[in-house]
Structure formats: C-alpha cells, structure tokens
C-alpha cells in the first residue's frame, strides 16, 4: 500500500471518546488519513459533561510535537483545547518551527455542557500567537464573539466579525451558523469574498463533537491536497450525514457518527 497523507490534532483527550483527540483521530481515519497527537490535556467526561481536566506540562506536549514531526512528519495539523495561555504560545512555537502551512484552528473555549476548556487569560496568545498561523479558523458563534469583540445577532454582524478575525491573521475564517436559527448556514471568510454553505439543522442531542470534527474533517481533506473552499464544503456535508446518522451512547449529549460513510466487514469476514 502507498503511504497515506498524514494529519496532526494538537488537543485535549476525551474520555468519553465524542470530542478532543478522540474525534479527530477518529475523524482523520473515516478520511483515509494517518493521524498523529499531541495531547494538551486530560478530561475525566462523558456525554453529561466535563468533571476534570488535568494539564499536560508544556516541556512534554512541545516533545510530543517535535518528536512526531521529527519521525513521520505531516501534511496538516489542527489545534483543539489548549486550555492556558502557556500551552498556546507553546503549540504555536513548535508549529511555526516546524513550518506547519496547512494549521486548522479550532479556538475550543467551552465544552457542550458549559464546562470551560479556555483559560480567560488564554485568549490573547491565542490572537497574537496562534491565528497568525493559521490557514482556516473555525469559531462558532460565541466564540467568534470573544475573538471579534462584535455581538453577533445577524448576518451582516457575522461578516463584520470574520472581517477583524481575519485581520489577525487566519487566511480563511469560518464563521458557523449552528447556534443560529433556520438552516445551518456557515459564513467563510478569505480576506476578500464571503462564501456561505449552508446545510439542514437536524434536530438531534447527538452533537457532541461536531466542532473537533468539523475542523478534523477540513484538516483531513487539506492533508489530502484539496483547496480549502473544496475541503470546507465536503467537510461540511460530511459532518452534517455523521450528525443525521449519530447515535445514543449515553444520557447526555451523544457524539456524532464519525464512520457513517465507512463499510464495515461482516462479522464472518473477520475470520
């Protein structure tokens, strides 16, 4: 077999298997691509929510990095929860050293249940330090609000948002549309021209992980070679079947189907 493209995840682990590390290895594996880690933090969650979280020392996520990067390199990398400032001037450092270009930044700040996952004094280094690097930034609605400063009630504020989010760096911003009303409509940003996929709001509690998914997928497809306006757009579709196809696991917020599109082996082919 040839090699396949490789992707990087810098993030959190979720025990619950639904978001963080989990999801984008997951993520990157239904894509046909390799997937490496650099884990930043360890939660005790599940689908009800975060009951800890424990901080790797930066001496060892910055090892992680080099160490991977060293050996087996990547074709693209994204970011999830760095959790504190210090971690994030970190990830940034090795990154930017390693010469990551294809860096998908998905500025994590809360989980679904309302835990917070970014430390209030992290967001600045995530504006100086991180989305200068990066080629697509992935904010949701409240997110894009604390990197924007812009209240965010309608369209024309989204695109005003993207606009100073842009201006720190990222090369494209994407603006989502999924704590909106009506069709899941995501704003794209590329310092010039708005571009806006919209898809179908499927009315499920089985979400949890859509966002390290979603910024999976795109990483993913990067890694691949597609141009990031074509690897937003499949990411997209792709994200939205996994959440029309998702499934109960838990009593809260269950995760996505990451494998929807995947076959699997009968069980008498497995020898």
């Keep these: ?46 689908t009800r929510g975060v009951f800890a979280v424990a901080e790797v020392p930066e001496e060892v996520i910055a090892l992680q990095i080099d160490v991977v990067l060293e050996d087996i390199g990547t074709d693209a990398a994204k970011t ?19 010469g990551v270009e294809k860096l998908v930044v998905d500025p994590v700040m809360v989980a679904k249940g309302g835990h ?21 930034v992935t904010p ?20 005003e948002a993207a606009r100073v989010i842009a201006d720190l760096g990222p090369r494209y911003v994407i603006v989502k549309g999924g704590h909106l009303t009506g069709d899941a409509t995501d704003l794209v940003y590329d310092g010039r021209d708005f571009t806006e996929f919209t898809a179908e ?6 979400t949890h992980g859509t966002g ?18 074509e690897a937003i757009d499949v990411a997209k579709r792709w994200l939205t079947e996994a959440i029309r196809q998702g499934y109960a696991i838990g009593a809260g917020h269950s995760p996505v189907n990451h494998f ?12």
Excluded at 119 to 131: C, H, P, R, T, Y
Excluded at 142 to 157: N, Y
Excluded at 260 to 271: D, K, N, Q, R
């Design 1 to 46: 077999m040839s090699t396949p493209a490789k992707a990087m995840t810098v993030a959190g682990s979720d025990s619950g298997g639904g978001a963080g590390i989990q999801a984008d290895l997951k993520t990157f594996a239904a894509f046909g691509v390799y997937g490496t880690s650099a884990v930043t933090a360890v939660t005790a969650q599940n």
């Design 80 to 98: 999830g929860m760095l959790s504190s400032a210090s971690i994030v001037r970190t990830v940034a450092d090795r990154l930017e050293a390693w």
């Design 116 to 136: 917070p996952l970014l430390q209030e004094s992290a967001i600045a280094a995530v504006k100086s330090a991180l989305l200068p690097l990066a080629m697509v």
């Design 140 to 159: 949701n609605i409240p997110e894009a609000e604390v990197l924007s400063g812009i209240t965010i009630d309608s369209p024309e504020r989204a695109r």
């Design 201 to 206: 709001r499927i009315d499920t509690p089985n």
């Design 212 to 229: 390290c998914s979603f910024s999976a997928a795109i990483a993913a497809l990067l890694a691949r070679g597609a141009p990031p306006l």
């Design 260 to 271: 929807h599109a995947v076959e699997i082996p009968a069980m008498s082919g497995l020898g």
